[in-house]
């Protein structure tokens, strides 16, 4: 059974999917000012004055981090880091390929080879 971490985690994971409406990792002022009313309508009038107290580097959007530092306010910046590390999608690593990955010289000493009597 998942512990409280990792309900609360998955909890704001899912509250971060309903206000990034569009799903490009951030949310805007308009997607905080949408989900905010649709949650709480009587908080419509603050959204503005929320979103910028959030917004903490002033970029105009909310990352996940400042999002879960306005839903867990007691998080660390480590606890958010972990979140976002475990929350992020990773690319398969690529060490293996690069394992087989051929210089230039390497091609052209094949196809040398290919074309030659003595490769068959």
Same mark, same amino acid.
């Given at each position: 059974?998942?512990?409280?971490?990792?309900?609360?985690?998955?909890? %704001?994971?899912?509250?971060?999917?309903?206000?990034?409406?569009?799903?490009?990792?951030? %949310?805007?002022?308009?997607?905080?000012?949408? /989900?905010?009313?649709?949650?709480?309508?009587?908080?419509?009038?603050?959204?503005?004055?929320?979103?910028?107290?959030?917004?903490?580097?002033?970029?105009? %959007?909310?990352?996940?981090?400042?999002?879960?530092?306005?839903? %867990?306010?007691? /998080?660390?910046?480590? @606890?958010? *880091? /972990?979140?976002? @590390?475990?929350?992020?999608?990773?690319?398969?690593?690529?060490?293996?390929?690069?394992?087989?990955?051929?210089?230039?010289? *390497?091609? *052209? *000493?094949?196809?040398?080879?290919?074309?030659? @009597?003595?490769?068959?």
């Amino acid at each position: 059974m998942p512990g409280p971490n990792s309900i609360l985690e998955w909890k %704001v994971k899912v509250l971060w999917d309903q206000y990034d409406a569009n799903q490009n990792g951030f %949310v805007d002022l308009q997607e905080f000012t949408t /989900a905010l009313t649709r949650m709480n309508p009587a908080l419509a009038s603050h959204a503005r004055s929320m979103f910028n107290s959030f917004d903490k580097n002033n970029d105009g %959007v909310l990352s996940f981090a400042e999002f879960f530092k306005m839903e %867990v306010p007691y /998080a660390s910046m480590k @606890d958010i *880091e /972990a979140v976002i @590390d475990k929350n992020t999608y990773k690319p398969p690593s690529t060490e293996l390929e690069d394992k087989f990955k051929m210089s230039i010289e *390497e091609i *052209e *000493e094949c196809m040398a080879l290919s074309t030659s @009597d003595s490769f068959f």
